[in-house]
Nanobody
């Protein structure tokens, strides 16, 4: 069984940093593209960042470029999102997602990913 679990969320102040971690078990880790999404209640889910199977190709939403960094450790089956210079508008529930891939192509839409975590809350106070 594939299991996706996020950790590292919490409450921080604007300008602070936070790191989210996703642990995925039950599948060949380096055969999957990975991504972080986030969602605010009442609004559509948005893609935050994606990373290919080897970790050398990444994408970022315009809203987080220069502040967030995605990385993966295939030996430990973990995905991370380092968030720096956090803003109030970064407040959301963050989701880890994975999908099997046969190429280095990356997709930021949620339609592409078949495996999802339950999400973890990040709150940035003024």
């Amino acid at each position: 069984q594939v299991q996706v679990v996020e950790s590292g969320g919490g409450l921080v102040q604007a300008g602070d940093s936070l790191t989210l971690t996703c642990t995925i078990s039950g599948m060949p880790f380096d055969d999957y593209a990975l991504a972080w999404f986030r969602q605010v209640p009442g609004k559509e889910r948005e893609g935050v960042s994606t990373i290919n199977w080897s970790g050398d190709i990444t994408t970022y939403a315009d809203a987080v470029k220069g502040r967030f960094t995605i990385s993966r450790d295939n030996a430990r089956n973990t995905l991370s999102l380092q968030m720096d210079s956090l803003k109030v508008e970064d407040t959301a529930k963050y989701y880890c997602a994975a999908e099997r891939t046969t190429s280095d192509s990356l997709y930021s839409g949620g339609w592409y990913f078949g495996y999802w975590g339950r999400g973890i809350q990040v709150v940035v106070s003024p």
